[in-house]
C-alpha cells in the first residue's frame, strides 16, 4: 500500500572553497531535516563545492562508487535511515578536461539507487556576465532517470535542465520531481520560480528544488529560493537566500484530487 504522507526538505547552501567545510555545512542541515521528520531530503547542485576557476573540479573528480564524497552521502542516508538525493558532484568522464555533473540517489541502507549525468549544460551571456558548462563539463548520455520510491515514481533533473519540459514530459507519470540547482541571480530572478511551477502544473505533481544561494567565496552570486511546490502550482515552502530547509509534507491525495478535477495528462493529444 502506497503512503499518502511524506515528508521532505530541500536544502539550501551557499558552497564555498572547502569540500570539508562544504560537507559539514551539508551534514548539519540534514541532520537538522531529519529531526523534523524528513524522510527525503535535497542537496543542492555543487554542494561539495564551489570553485573559483571551471577546471576546479577536475581535481575532485572521483570514480563511480569511490571517493570521500561518495561515501559521505551513502554514510548520512544511512546514518539518518532517510532518502537522500546528493545534489551534483564531479565524477570521472572519458574526456581528460571534463567531468560528468553527477546526481546519486541513495536509499536509507545507504546503498545508491540511482545515478543521473546532467544533460543540458548551462551556457549564458549578458554583459560581463559570462558561463559556460561545457568547458569542464561532459553531458551525460545516460536517460533521465526515474526512481521508483515506496510511494511511486520520482524523477531527477539538474538545474538547467528545467528549462526543457519534453526532458521531464518524458519520464512519465511521476510523482515528485526533484532538481539539485545553483541558478545564477540574474536568471534566477527573473525565470526560477516561474518554470518550477510551470513544470509542476504540466506534470501534475509536486516538485522540490534545491539551490545555492546567496554570495559565494568565488564572487558568484546564486538566486537560491529552494521551495516545494504542489500539483495545482501553489508553492508549499521556500527560503529566499541563505542556508537552511525548505520543508513540507507530500499528499499525494492532493494529485489524485488534481487530475481528478483536471484530467489534463489524460487529455494529451501527441
Known amino acids: 500500500m502506497r ?29 537538522q531535516g531529519a529531526e523534523n521528520g524528513a524522510r527525503l531530503l535535497v542537496l543542492p547542485e555543487y554542494f561539495c563545492f564551489m570553485g573559483r576557476h571551471d577546471a576546479d573540479k577536475l581535481a575532485l573528480a572521483e570514480q563511480p562508487g569511490e571517493g570521500p ?28 578536461d571534463r567531468i560528468y555533473n553527477t546526481c546519486l540517489v541513495f536509499g536509507p541502507d545507504g546503498k545508491q539507487m540511482a545515478r543521473y549525468d546532467k544533460i543540458h549544460l548551462f551556457g549564458f551571456t549578458k554583459g560581463s556576465e559570462s558561463y559556460d558548462e561545457s568547458i569542464s563539463i561532459r553531458p551525460g548520455d545516460n536517460p533521465p532517470q526515474v526512481v521508483h520510491m515506496p510511494w511511486g515514481k520520482m524523477s531527477l ?8 519540459p519534453e526532458f521531464f514530459r518524458s ?12 541558478f545564477t541571480w540574474t536568471t534566477g530572478s527573473v525565470h526560477w520560480e516561474i518554470l518550477l511551477r510551470a513544470r509542476a502544473i504540466e506534470n501534475q505533481c509536486y516538485v522540490l528544488a534545491s539551490a545555492q544561494g546567496g554570495h559565494h567565496e568565488n564572487g558568484r552570486r546564486t538566486w537560491g529560493h529552494s521551495m516545494l511546490i504542489d500539483p495545482w502550482g501553489e508553492v508549499l515552502a521556500c527560503l529566499p537566500e541563505g542556508p537552511g530547509l525548505a520543508a513540507g509534507t507530500l499528499d499525494f491525495s492532493r494529485i489524485e484530487s488534481v487530475r481528478q478535477s483536471l484530467p489534463a495528462l489524460r487529455h494529451r493529444v501527441l
Open 171 to 182: 519520464q512519465g507519470d511521476v510523482r515528485l520531481m526533484v532538481l539539485p540547482a545553483a
Open 69 to 96: 564524497i561518495q561515501a559521505f552521502l551513502a554514510s548520512q542516508a544511512r546514518q539518518h535511515r532517510i532518502w537522500l538525493v546528493g545534489g551534483s558532484l564531479p565524477l570521472h568522464s572519458p574526456d581528460a
Open 3 to 31: 503512503e499518502s504522507l511524506f515528508p521532505v526538505a530541500a536544502v539550501q547552501m551557499v558552497s564555498g572553497l572547502s569540500v570539508d567545510d562544504n560537507l559539514e555545512q551539508a551534514a548539519r542541515w540534514i541532520a
Open 157 to 164: 533533473g539538474i538545474c538547467y535542465d528545467l528549462r526543457f
